[in-house]
């Protein structure tokens, strides 16, 4: 049984440029998360959907950032322009809505921003 | 502001011996609590939980002990492993309306040396 598949594993692009990572989440889980993880602060939760339905995006940092989920099988994060302090590593996790504290993560997506 | 904090960035004991993981929390909504364990170039993943109307959940090796008058949990394993060696995350959550999130601690690196 496959776990959440995120790509691409890594990415590397100038500032200004834009950056979309994809997640697949496990096949009948209804929460979808996306994170970011920096050394200074953590695991990050930037947005969550349930159903397909952005819940809580009071974690996405700027206007620059935006996630969306077109379907249960499949979410976007996009980042325009991408800017050298958004360098981290960024992990998609699902779960089932009734057990959201018990989330199943990616590899994760290293993003360097040069 | 961390609500979630794991003082120790790190830790290292020897194989047979217990570690012991400690995580403090502030805010007194929390309700769930749980331990991740992430290895390098992976997501993090599920370790054990506690709801805090328990004060300890045992599973095998591992098990969490939770001390809410004073805001505080550990982790305990024993006896140590080399394969446990990995980054150790504590995650507390709260109910808000029907949704939950997890509230991440910076996490505690453990060195199990043979």
């Known amino acids: 049984d496959a776990g959440v598949i995120q790509s691409p594993r890594h990415e590397v692009t100038e500032m200004g440029q834009e950056v979309t990572l994809r997640c697949k989440p496990i096949?009948?889980?209804?929460?979808l998360f996306w994170y970011r993880q920096t050394m200074m602060r953590g695991l990050e939760l930037l947005i969550y959907f349930n159903n397909n339905v952005p819940i809580d995006d009071s974690g996405m940092p700027e206007d620059r950032f935006s996630a969306k989920m077109p379907n249960a099988s499949f979410s976007t994060l996009k980042i325009q322009p991408s800017e050298p302090r958004d360098s981290a590593v960024y992990f998609c996790?699902?779960?089932?809505?009734?057990?959201?504290?018990?989330?199943?993560f990616g590899p994760g997506t290293r993003l360097t921003v040069t | 502001d961390q609500q979630v904090k794991q003082n120790s960035p790190s830790l290292s004991v020897q194989e047979g011996r217990i570690s012991i993981l400690n995580c403090d929390y502030t805010n007194s909504m929390f309700d769930y609590f749980l331990w991740y364990k992430k290895y390098p170039a992976e997501g993090p993943t599920f370790l054990i939980s506690i709801s805090s109307i328990k004060d300890k959940n045992e599973d095998g090796r591992f098990t969490v002990f939770l001390n809410k008058s004073a805001k505080h949990l550990s982790l305990h394993i024993v006896p140590s492993q080399p394969g446990d060696s990995a980054v150790y995350f504590c995650a507390a959550s709260a109910r808000s309306g029907n949704n939950r999130k997890l509230i991440w601690g910076l996490g505690t690196s453990l060195a199990v040396n043979p």
């Open positions: 996790a699902s779960s089932f809505k009734d057990r959201a504290s018990e989330q199943y």
């Open positions: 096949s009948g889980h209804n929460s």
